[in-house]
């Protein structure tokens, strides 16, 4: 085994390079793409996740040629995630290229069925999201939106507020 070559640099610049241009890729196309929600991440959250796998996994199989190529390429993704993360909380221009504008699902208690296609979103899917807000029907919403990472938010209309309903096992939370 070649243990001076395992942590010597190679194509530093190179590695910085293809991490960025992949990266700033992938941002571009996920900010296109429907606001559909991955789990508990977020679609930039995802990106990363996704990249970082993507790079550890290539220096498992030694697709990289040393590991110190893998931690630069490590760092050069995790340090895009935070710039433009410190960015778009204060360029306003920038957070509304990164992130696109709510999306109104529910209007006056009324589902908007063309908006809820935009989102690749079922009825049945909204309806779900709405039951995890305490809701029981979307009468009983102003507004509702599908957030820029997924999340749908409530508004509800005037009244009563919400009483918690049974979970697992009918125990409340």
Same mark, same amino acid.
């Given at each position: 085994? *070649? ?18 241009? %992949? ?10 793409? /429907?606001?559909? @929600? ?30 110190? *190529? ?14 433009? *993360? ?5 360029? /306003? ?8 504008? /709510? ?7 009324? %589902? ?44 509800? @209309?005037?009244? /009563? ?6 979970? @697992? ?5």
């Amino acid at each position: 085994m *070649d243990w001076q070559g395992l942590f010597e640099p190679h194509r530093v610049a190179e590695n910085i390079i293809r991490a960025s241009a %992949i990266y700033l890729l992938l941002v571009g196309l996920l900010r296109v793409l /429907p606001n559909r @929600k991955s789990g508990s991440l977020g679609p930039g959250d995802l990106l990363v996740v996704v990249l970082l796998a993507t790079v550890v996994n290539g220096a498992l199989n030694r697709d990289v040629s040393s590991l110190t *190529d893998a931690v630069v390429m490590v760092a050069t993704i995790v340090a895009w995630s935070f710039a433009f *993360d410190i960015v778009a909380n204060r360029v /306003p221009l920038l957070r509304r290229i990164l992130h696109s504008e /709510p999306v109104e699902v529910v209007r006056d208690g009324q %589902i908007v069925a063309r908006n809820l296609r935009r989102e690749f979103m079922t009825e049945d899917e909204l309806r779900a999201q709405l039951r995890l807000q305490g809701v029981e029907s979307e009468s009983e919403v102003s507004h509702a939106y599908v957030e820029h990472d997924g999340r749908v938010s409530v508004i509800r @209309k005037a009244g /009563p507020p919400p009483q918690p309903r049974a979970g @697992k096992a009918g125990v409340y939370r």
